[in-house]
């Protein structure tokens, strides 16, 4: 699968890679209304990865429904609608909105999002609110609905729970992790919001070791994210437990790594003499 934000609406990339081979499209983030993002500059280089703060720019559900669904209704991939609110009642009516939209197979909800309503903390950091919008957006629809993490918590097995409990019938993890640079000739923030997510090579221990400890705490399955780069980052999110991958950052320095790790996987999985991924996943947890 793609990661949100990385793949644009996948129709960005149709001309670069196979596509309709992807076992899922999940496109950028939604909000009701279009949006601007963050001032510039909104992304930074750093060792083995990126800083974002892209502020989720966006069309808005009724371009999306419009103009992008239309189109995904002709895929064979599915395609997989990111939405993110700032009141539990935006994403409940996001999700009411798009259930039953042609073109629109599921639900990521990006829970990484300020609750204007009650301080600004992200719905994402504590169990009861991250529940909250999960029971809100499983009302409004009989699609799909994968939950999208935060990373940065104290405890996430507590808020993968929670989110299970909620009725999330997958869980993809992780987020970016919160992050800043500095421009030491300027004496200032590089990035324009001052803060922002890392995201790429340089996450995907704090990744792999996140899909680990809630793989072993939930039953629903487990979609690992963070730091993909090669067939063999994905490969050890599948054994330790994920039961499918999505691949973000490294899609800008290399627009074919979804296909090349699907296609790693699968000489991987004849090389080895190997039935279905399914039997690798989790294979390397102990006991
Ligand atoms: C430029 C950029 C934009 C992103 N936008 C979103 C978004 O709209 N919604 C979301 O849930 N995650 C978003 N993410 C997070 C990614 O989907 C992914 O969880 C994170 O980058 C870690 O994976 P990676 O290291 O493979 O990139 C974004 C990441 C980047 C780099």
Redesign the pocket.
């Given at each position: 699968m793609t990661?949100?934000?990385?793949f644009g609406y996948g129709t960005e990339y149709e001309g670069l890679v196979d596509i309709q081979r992807l076992g899922a499209i999940v496109c950028?983030?939604i909000f009701m209304k279009p949006r601007e993002g963050n001032p510039q500059p909104r992304?930074a280089e750093t060792a083995s990865?990126?800083l974002?703060a892209?502020g989720?720019q966006g069309i808005g559900v009724e371009a999306l429904i419009k103009d992008k669904a239309p189109v995904w209704a002709e895929w064979k991939v599915p395609v997989i609608v990111?939405i993110?609110g700032e009141t539990v009642e935006e994403y409940a009516s996001l999700a009411r909105i798009l259930d039953g939209v042609p073109g629109v197979s599921g639900l990521?909800v990006?829970i990484?999002c300020p609750n204007v309503k009650s301080g600004g903390a992200e719905f994402g950091v504590r169990p009861e609110s991250a529940a909250e919008v999960t029971a809100a957006v499983r009302k409004m629809t009989s699609l799909p609905v994968l939950v999208?993490l935060t990373p940065n918590v104290t405890d996430i097995v507590s808020i993968a729970a929670a989110v299970a409990e909620a009725g999330a019938d997958a869980i993809t993890l992780?987020?970016?992790l919160k992050g800043m640079a500095i421009d030491i000739k300027k004496r200032k923030p590089v990035l324009g919001n001052v803060t922002g997510?890392l995201?790429?090579p340089a996450?995907k221990p704090v990744?792999l070791y996140m899909v680990y400890r809630v793989a072993g705490a939930v039953k629903i399955p487990v979609i690992g994210?963070?730091?993909?780069a090669t067939v063999y980052d994905a490969l050890e999110f599948i054994m330790a437990g994920a039961s499918a991958v999505?691949?973000?950052?490294?899609s800008f320095t290399n627009p074919r790594t979804t296909v090349e790790v699907l296609e790693g996987i699968e000489k991987f999985l004849a090389d080895q003499k190997v039935d279905g991924i399914t039997d690798l996943v989790g294979i390397a947890r102990p006991g």
């Open positions: 990661a949100s934000g990385t950028k983030g992304v990865g990126m974002n892209i989720l990111n993110a990521e990006n990484s999208k992780i987020n970016t997510g995201s790429g996450i990744a994210c963070g730091g993909i999505e691949v973000g950052t490294s």
